[in-house]
């Protein structure tokens, strides 16, 4: 995406914005657009403006499938290519040798979608009032170095300087994931009305809105990152490519966005971005509607729920009835399907026993990668456990590949060694109080289908040595709220998609995210320095320091090496285990819909589609 000088005299308009301008209700383009607007190369070539895209929601909590169609507009962002990290927001950033401090060049002139300017008083407000007030939410290590949080300046309304104590190599690669858009997320003129240091009224505010607090206020009004009320409200001013118009709430049939009039950024042309009118998703309550409204011709392009491996041969043999070609998500690394044991159980009994390394290796060696990968992903895989894939620097192969083979008198032999020796009547061993060995698997089975479908082998499996496991299909939101927040699961699982590179959070071999299921309060502790949660073994808390450091250092090497220490630490103790290898998967973009990468890298991190900027995707004539 090479930036190019364009004249302001050349920026051109969607012809809907140039009716609106004639009529006297919107600046002219070159108003709207900043003194230096992002200049992007299409992928292939100049686009012509309108029409709609569609891309098919799923249910009510599948928020974060807007975020990566409309992109994560945080101050810098990912290339394409999931290589390196460009400006975004920020026209450009400035390092300190020592890596301690990034000074931002915002993009002078630039607006929300209200037309109201965005300036460094905005990240202010976001950093100061929101991000590191412990009274909204408690700050995030992200924004954090040894402890201490990071400190921001205003140089100008066009200058912000972020300061840290330690040096903080990550920092960028942080922001440019999908998470580190908390600096620019809330417009100030807008949000701040819902916050007390700026509403003498807040009192009034929040019970005329039927909220608990002004936090609860906040939330409902401006949203968060990733919760659906980030887009539920149509006033609520952004920086996106689209902005909503018809919200994503409960019982909302579809979600509508519009094109920003406002947007900062133009193609090599000074065409400003982006080529589409219209986002249009309609909702639709399961993935086989999805599917249907594929081979239909009723989605334009889908990724997310369509493209489980069960989906791939069907959608394969009506893309002449649905008009649309298959385009391939490469894996970064890990794996589509990582087991939590919950290591910080609830259940004493459970705890002690998920505790020991002998148990999850035994469950390791009494899964059946084999038949699983055969029946349940159709063949398509590679036993595999944990981190990235060998071609990869961080390749680790003692994480990747030990205990992977099928061996049941191996697993009961290691069960009987721990005293689980005695069984009840329909063979399941008994815990030392005589209770069986039973517990459930958490599992959101719209996310990823097919991890029902290998959970329900793994059960069969697991009987078989003497082990009751359940599969427990839960809606996200309640999934999110038992395994993250409330500690309450016997074991999760969740996709492990890992290369370990910057930005990326390692939350498989160390716990340092909601998304490390095998261990929530030593997250809470982590997060909170001590103040909240279990405090950790020795093993995990070398761990975490490990990961500070490597997040702190600017020396890509000492990073790696850094890395593969945690790695070493996290082989020893086999905290988690999985089935296969992360293997590509395929979405559908529709034959005349343009600028569409033929492959792309799939992960939450980067966040797919976001990086390929649908904003310059358009419709052949």
């Known amino acids: 995406m090479a930036a190019l000088p364009v004249?302001?005299?050349?920026?051109?308009?969607?012809?809907?914005?140039?009716?609106?301008?004639?009529?006297?209700?919107l600046p002219s383009v070159d108003k709207r657009l900043p003194e230096h607007p992002e200049v992007v190369k299409p992928l292939n070539a100049i686009g012509t403006y309108g029409g709609q895209l569609r891309f098919g929601l799923r249910g009510s909590s599948d928020h974060n499938h807007i975020l990566r169609m409309v992109g994560n507009q945080g101050l810098v962002r990912w290339d394409p290519e999931y290589t390196k990290i460009v400006p975004n927001v920020a026209e450009k950033v400035d390092v300190s040798p020592d890596g301690k401090v990034f000074t931002f060049t915002l993009r002078k002139g630039m607006k929300w979608s209200d037309g109201k300017p965005f300036t460094a008083d905005d990240i202010l407000f976001n950093v100061n009032d929101l991000i590191l007030n412990a009274e909204f939410a408690a700050p995030q290590p992200r924004y954090m170095t040894g402890g201490v949080p990071m400190k921001v300046e205003k140089i100008d309304d066009a200058t912000v300087k972020f300061t840290f104590t330690e040096p903080y190599g990550d920092f960028l690669a942080e922001l440019a994931s999908p998470l580190g858009?908390?600096?620019?997320?809330?417009?100030?003129?807008?949000?701040?009305?819902?916050?007390?240091?700026?509403?003498?009224?807040?009192?009034?505010?929040?019970?005329?809105?039927?909220?608990?607090?002004?936090?609860?206020?906040?939330?409902?009004k401006c949203g968060d990152i990733e919760i659906p009320a980030r887009w539920g409200n149509?006033?609520?001013?952004?920086?996106?490519?689209?902005?909503?118009?018809?919200?994503?709430?409960?019982?909302?049939?579809?979600?509508?966005?519009?094109?920003?009039?406002?947007?900062?950024?133009?193609?090599?042309?000074?065409?400003?971005?982006?080529?589409?009118?219209?986002?249009?998703a309609p909702i639709a309550q399961d993935v086989e509607s999805l599917i249907l409204?594929?081979?239909?011709?009723?989605?334009?392009?889908?990724?997310?729920?369509?493209?489980?491996?069960?989906?791939?041969?069907?959608?394969?043999?009506?893309?002449?009835?649905?008009?649309?070609?298959?385009?391939?998500?490469?894996?970064?690394?890990?794996?589509?399907m990582v087991i939590n044991l919950n290591l910080m159980s609830k259940d004493k009994e459970l705890r002690e026993l998920f505790n020991k390394k002998d148990f999850r290796i035994a469950?390791?060696?009494?899964?059946?990668?084999?038949?699983?990968?055969?029946?349940?992903?159709?063949?398509?895989?590679?036993?595999?456990?944990?981190?990235?894939?060998?071609?990869?620097?961080?390749?680790?192969?003692?994480?990747?590949?030990?205990?992977?083979?099928?061996?049941?008198?191996?697993?009961?032999?290691?069960?009987?060694?721990?005293?689980?020796?005695?069984?009840?009547?329909?063979?399941?061993?008994?815990?030392?109080?005589?209770?069986?060995?039973?517990?459930?698997?958490?599992?959101?089975?719209?996310?990823?289908?097919?991890?029902?479908?290998?959970?329900?082998?793994?059960?069969?499996?697991?009987?078989?040595i003497g082990i009751d496991m359940d599969v427990n299909s839960l809606e996200r939101t309640f999934f999110y709220e038992r395994t993250s927040n409330s500690n309450d699961h016997d074991a999760a699982v969740w996709g492990g998609q890992a290369s370990w590179v910057p930005g990326e959070i390692p939350q498989q071999i160390v716990p340092v995210h909601h998304d490390s299921r095998w261990g929530i309060p030593w997250v809470q502790w982590y997060k909170t320095g001590g103040k909240q949660g279990e405090e950790p073994p020795a093993s995990v808390k070398e761990r975490m320091k490990l990961y500070d450091e490597a997040r702190a250092t600017t020396d890509p090497e000492k990073r790696r090496a850094l890395m593969l220490k945690i790695a070493d630490i996290a082989a020893d103790e086999f905290e988690v285990f999985s089935v296969t290898k992360a293997l590509p998967t395929y979405g559908i973009a529709k034959t005349n819909l343009k600028n569409v990468p033929a492959t792309m890298p799939s992960s939450w991190y980067y966040p797919t589609p976001a990086p390929t900027l649908p904003q310059t995707w358009f419709w052949a004539k």
């Open 7 to 25: 004249l302001a005299a050349d920026y051109k308009e969607a012809p809907t914005l140039a009716t609106s301008v004639k009529a006297g209700q």
């Open 234 to 280: 149509v006033d609520r001013p952004t920086l996106d490519p689209w902005v909503v118009k018809d919200a994503y709430t409960g019982g909302a049939t579809r979600v509508i966005m519009v094109r920003n009039p406002y947007f900062w950024q133009v193609d090599t042309d000074g065409n400003q971005l982006p080529y589409i009118d219209e986002l249009n």
């Open 363 to 464: 469950l390791s060696h009494g899964m059946n990668r084999k038949e699983i990968i055969d029946t349940a992903l159709l063949g398509d895989g590679e036993p595999w456990q944990n981190g990235p894939f060998e071609n990869h620097p961080n390749f680790h192969k003692r994480i990747a590949t030990q205990y992977l083979e099928y061996d049941e008198a191996k697993a009961n032999a290691l069960l009987d060694g721990l005293g689980l020796t005695k069984r009840g009547p329909d063979g399941t061993r008994l815990l030392p109080s005589g209770k069986p060995i039973k517990f459930k698997i958490d599992v959101i089975p719209t996310l990823q289908p097919e991890q029902v479908d290998m959970l329900q082998l793994i059960e069969r499996q697991w009987a078989k």
């Open 293 to 336: 409204a594929a081979i239909g011709g009723r989605i334009d392009f889908g990724l997310r729920h369509l493209d489980a491996p069960a989906n791939r041969a069907v959608l394969a043999e009506n893309r002449t009835k649905g008009g649309y070609e298959m385009f391939e998500a490469s894996a970064v690394g890990g794996t589509n």
């Open 181 to 220: 858009q908390h600096p620019v997320l809330y417009a100030k003129h807008y949000c701040s009305q819902f916050h007390p240091k700026y509403n003498a009224n807040i009192a009034d505010t929040v019970k005329a809105n039927n909220a608990s607090d002004w936090k609860n206020l906040f939330l409902q």
